[in-house]
């Protein structure tokens, strides 16, 4: 069956301190990967994607995730995390012969204490 | 540009009641995607259009749940004889085409007392 699934339901972290979200998926077939994040009160935007190419994509705001294939991993990272990033982030996986409809996580409530 | 609306924002509907929630997606894309966001979860996934076209209807829960498109732009998700279970947050996403990143709607928030 495919599957999304997030290590770590909260996070709590210190501004300065380094992110690193965890995110496994489990799919038949090509996959595109996400991370959307959901600031208090606002809607779902997307921080990056990654469809094909080098691993290491660059997404808004500084942050990054890596693909790797052989782990089925796509974990988010940010080296200094700052009081404004406190917000829902969700991995997603999108099978493209499907009409691109995506698989989320359950999420990861992040909370940076200034 | 405008991104993608909807509207209610809320909905308070009593158990038995149908209720009607509305989607604009940005003007031109082709692909519309309904989610349903339960308290504490992801999205799930309900259904998805190409167009008018409702080519995958995988994750409505229930016949009572139904959805249109019928002129490829705006949508509406039905939800006939509502349940406390139905509580959830609805949204929708755009697309230019399938696969590709989809553009959020803020979601319709409903409770079913």
């Known amino acids: 069956a495919q599957s999304v699934s997030q290590h770590n339901h909260h996070v709590i972290l210190s501004e300065a301190a380094s992110l690193e979200l965890g995110c496994n998926y489990s799919?038949?077939?090509?996959?595109?990967l996400f991370w959307y994040v959901q600031y208090p009160g606002q809607h779902l935007q997307l921080l990056l994607k990654?469809?094909?190419?080098?691993?290491l994509v660059k997404g808004i705001k500084g942050f990054e995730a890596e693909f790797i294939k052989s782990k089925f991993s796509f974990n988010l990272r940010k080296p200094s995390v700052q009081w404004s990033d406190t917000a829902e982030y969700f991995c997603?996986?999108?099978?493209?012969?499907?009409?691109?409809?995506?698989?989320f996580g359950q999420g990861t409530e992040l909370s940076v204490k200034p | 540009g405008a991104g993608v609306s909807q509207s209610p924002r809320y909905k308070v509907a009593k158990r038995g009641q149908d209720v009607a929630l509305r989607c604009d997606p940005i003007?031109?894309?082709?692909?519309l995607f309904w989610y349903q966001q339960a308290l504490g979860q992801g999205p799930e996934f309900l259904t998805y259009?190409?167009?008018?076209?409702?080519?995958?209807k995988s994750g409505l829960p229930s016949d009572r749940f139904f959805a249109e498109r019928p002129e490829g732009s705006v949508s509406t998700l039905k939800i006939q004889r509502t349940q406390q279970e139905d509580s959830a947050v609805y949204l929708c996403?755009?697309?230019?085409?399938?696969?590709?990143?989809?553009?959020f709607g803020p979601g319709t928030r409903l409770t079913v007392t």
């Open positions: 996403a755009s697309t230019p085409t399938g696969g590709g990143e989809q553009y």
């Open positions: 799919y038949g077939g090509t996959v595109n």
């Open positions: 990654y469809f094909s190419g080098d691993p």
């Open positions: 997603a996986g999108g099978l493209y012969n499907q009409g691109g409809k995506l698989i």
């Open positions: 003007s031109g894309h082709v692909s």
């Open positions: 259009f190409q167009n008018e076209a409702q080519l995958d």
